[in-house]
């Protein structure tokens, strides 16, 4: 429930996790530039990266009672072919609190597979990247008469559940907007028994409307016809009071239209100078050769991108460059770059050769390198102000602030403003295919 929730806090406080070194070591593996031109000012590729935590123990609380952190080399299948093709991501990886920050000082940690709380007072936990319009899917459990919820495109710290959110209660006991209720707006229509057992919330937010179930049937279905209507926000798991627990967090980005028609390259224009290929065949766009790139006409600042890419060969290297400035022959690629390269060292994946795909090149390595050569992967890129956050087939590989001073071009600086999407040949080596470019623009 929000009643009372972070009234006292001072707006703005954040409580970050810190990356262990072995992590650290991993990020600062961009050295190698991914393109002819001079390397970029300003590299920095800290992550806000959470250690594995391995126990074992009561299926929720005894947070304080996890095991010493260690480092995995393989993270969980997340997701099903069929949800990865579908363009779900996973926002907890199983494993960690990657990609995720905390309001308060509740006790989020990770046990045997759980996001878990027990103690502090009210707060979140939050995704650090914000979402518009989408699909949500939380497994969660909360002991007898405790207090939690799944916060809606909410504010990083809400006082007001009436304007500041859409919060999907998780309170059996609550007099007002039981379980199931999104407070200070909406009440169930019968009491929903939830509370001591796992239960499974599915919600559809689009536009206005929100329409909630619990384990498969419908509990709410709610349009925001007032004047506090949230059109994007972050998604926060709350510990209010009592022992929580969430797993499976999934997202499906909705409202995403093509970029590509996968019959020609209308709306894209080849980069002055580029030597490299660019075809339409099979319904995707095939690039050849190099150096080159492929650019689009039309610009975004704030977007959810996602693609599905093939590297037709082994540790090849390309890239697709986002807010980008209009591409010349002299200056080709100035962009922040979602880089494109499935080697890794060692035979170990979190030692990603030439910083491994999802990373922002030479600002933050891919932490994992999911995906295989001659196989299709399904790539998600959000980007929101400067917040930049990454998923490889729907497992999150980067999450990273350009902490920088502003700059046009963004090889120097921060880049705020709307630029071109662009395909990059990176050698005469390239040979990669993109299908099912598509986008959705975010509110700021």
């Not at 046990?111 to 936990?125: N, T």
Request: charged share 25%; aromatic share 10%.
């Amino acid at each position: 429930m929000a009643k009372q929730i972070l009234q006292d806090r001072p707006v703005g406080v954040r409580c970050r996790q810190r990356a262990p070194a072995l992590w650290l070591a991993v990020l600062l593996i961009a050295a190698v530039g991914c393109s002819a031109e001079p390397a970029d000012e300003g590299a920095n590729a800290n992550q806000n990266v959470e250690a594995v935590v391995q126990s074992q123990g009561d299926p929720v609380g005894k947070a304080d009672d996890a095991a010493p952190p260690t480092v995995t080399l393989s993270p969980p299948e997340l997701l099903t072919r069929e949800q990865i093709e579908a363009g779900w991501i996973s926002l907890f990886d199983g494993q960690t609190l990657f990609g995720w920050e905390a309001n308060s000082n509740v006790n989020w940690s990770v046990v045997d597979g759980e996001i878990r709380a027990d103690k502090g007072e009210p707060g979140l936990l939050l995704t650090t990247a914000p979402f518009a319009d989408f699909e949500l899917r939380c497994d969660f459990w909360f002991e007898a008469g405790g207090n939690s919820g799944v916060f809606l495109r909410t504010l990083f710290d809400p006082s007001d559940p009436a304007r500041d959110c859409y919060e999907l209660n998780i309170c059996d006991s609550h007099p007002q907007f039981p379980t199931g209720s999104l407070v200070g707006r909406a009440k169930v229509s019968s009491p929903i028994e939830a509370e001591g057992s796992w239960k499974s919330y599915y919600v559809r937010a689009e536009g206005n409307r929100i329409e909630a179930q619990l384990d498969g049937e419908t509990i709410l279905e709610f349009e925001d016809d007032t004047d506090a209507i949230r059109a994007v926000g972050f998604i926060g798991l709350q510990k209010n009071s009592g022992a929580v627990a969430f797993r499976n967090v999934l997202v499906r980005p909705l409202g995403l239209q093509s970029v590509f028609n996968g019959t020609d390259l209308a709306g894209w224009r080849q980069v002055p100078g580029s030597q490299s290929n660019f075809e339409v065949t099979g319904g995707s766009i095939r690039v050849t050769d190099g150096p080159g790139f492929l650019e689009t006409e039309q610009v975004w600042d704030d977007f959810i991108l996602q693609a599905d890419v093939r590297v037709n060969g082994k540790r090849l290297n390309s890239g697709i460059f986002f807010r980008a400035m209009p591409g010349t022959q002299d200056a080709p690629s100035n962009g922040y770059e979602f880089q494109i390269q499935n080697g890794f060292e060692n035979g170990d994946r979190t030692q990603p050769a030439d910083a491994g795909t999802g990373a922002i090149f030479r600002r933050a390595a891919a932490r994992y390198v999911v995906p295989n050569d001659e196989e299709w992967f399904t790539i998600t890129l959000a980007a929101h102000g400067s917040r930049l956050s990454s998923w490889v087939n729907g497992y999150p590989v980067v999450d990273w602030e350009d902490t920088r001073e502003p700059n046009e071009n963004p090889r120097r600086g921060l880049r705020l403003d709307a630029g071109h999407i662009s395909l990059q040949g990176h050698d005469p080596t390239t040979d990669l295919q993109f299908k099912n470019l598509r986008l959705a623009p975010i509110r700021r």
